[in-house]
């Protein structure tokens, strides 16, 4: 559900604008989206970030500790909370810095207003500080997280993987508890590589320009970072990729749904049609309509539980 939530404040806030500033070149959506928006894409992506860190940690005790209690629905709460209090923290300076200020560049066409972290104070070791601190709370604790849990539990599978191979299962069963083990650990090796190589260019190019490191950015600055952005929004989508796609139960799943949704659509026409068949005047037994009719009324009332 947060990772819902999130997702879609990251869609509303950040794929809409984000194309259009990186085309137009300025800002063109006054000054309280100026501080709105920064301020809701560092919330979404820390919330994002948080989320997947909660999960790798519920299923490292899941697996690797199975004798604790699992987390109830008040741990749930407390934990949704406190993702989101953190991030509103985090990214509040975003809200106080960013300012709506016209510039003119020179040697350049571009003119107008533009949306940056204009206000930060003039000693430059507090932006330094700022941004090192977004990294760490963005970037390294999740990811250092994530690979400690998920490590954990490739070992664990691994282990009960060594046990079934000596065990008194058949070679069927043990071919099956193979392929099962290895999507297993493919599911978790990909979580961990997908989130780092999403994030992490969107993050070099933060660190340069946080440390003034920014020559790279010199041509075609603004294709550049709608690049990086845009391979960082991929994040959003890749979890529920490799959740179906990995995992049989989500996929049958999502083929019976289809098929419902096919014989429900065809079963109300075909009770519309019928209802067009149906005498509403009841004619005497023996007749040789009644016979048909009741005799396939009884087969519809069979098949679709008609009431009458």
Not at 85 to 91: G, H, I, R, Y
Not at 176 to 199: D, E, G, H, N, P
Not at 262 to 279: E, P
């Amino acid at each position: 559900m947060i990772l819902l939530l999130s997702a879609k404040l990251l869609c509303i806030t950040a794929l809409p604008i984000t194309p259009v500033l990186a085309f137009v070149k300025r800002w063109l959506f006054g000054s309280l989206l100026c501080k709105l928006v920064p301020l809701c894409q560092g919330i979404s992506v820390l919330i994002s970030s948080y989320c997947l860190c909660f999960i790798a940690v519920d299923r490292y005790r899941s697996i690797v500790m199975p004798t604790r209690e699992p987390w109830t629905t008040y741990h749930a709460y407390s934990l949704m909370a406190i993702s989101w209090l953190t991030s509103a923290t985090v990214s509040s300076p975003l809200f106080v810095t960013q300012r709506l200020q016209p510039l003119a560049l020179e040697n350049t066409t571009l003119c107008g207003y533009f949306c940056g972290e204009y206000n930060w104070p003039a000693d430059n070791r507090i932006k330094l500080f700022y941004g090192s601190m977004l990294l760490i709370c963005q970037y390294l604790i999740p990811v250092t997280i994530m690979t400690f849990c998920y490590w954990k539990i490739l070992q664990k599978v691994r282990a009960d993987w060594i046990v079934a191979q000596h065990s008194m299962l058949t070679a069927a069963q043990q071919a099956q508890t193979a392929v099962r083990k290895r999507r297993v650990m493919y599911v978790l090796i990909l979580m961990v590589v997908v989130f780092m190589a999403s994030w992490l260019p969107l993050t070099i190019v933060n660190i340069f320009r946080d440390f003034g490191i920014e020559a790279f950015l010199d041509i075609q600055m603004y294709f550049k970072l709608l690049n990086v952005h845009a391979i960082a929004m991929t994040s959003i989508v890749w979890n529920p990729l490799l959740y179906f796609w990995m995992s049989k139960r989500h996929r049958q799943a999502f083929k019976e749904d289809m098929i419902g949704a096919g014989n429900n659509y065809r079963r109300n026409n075909d009770v519309r049609l019928t209802k067009r068949f149906v005498v509403t005047k009841t004619p005497q037994p023996g007749n040789l309509l009644y016979n048909q009719n009741h005799r396939h009324y009884r087969y519809l009332k069979q098949q679709f539980s008609l009431h009458g």
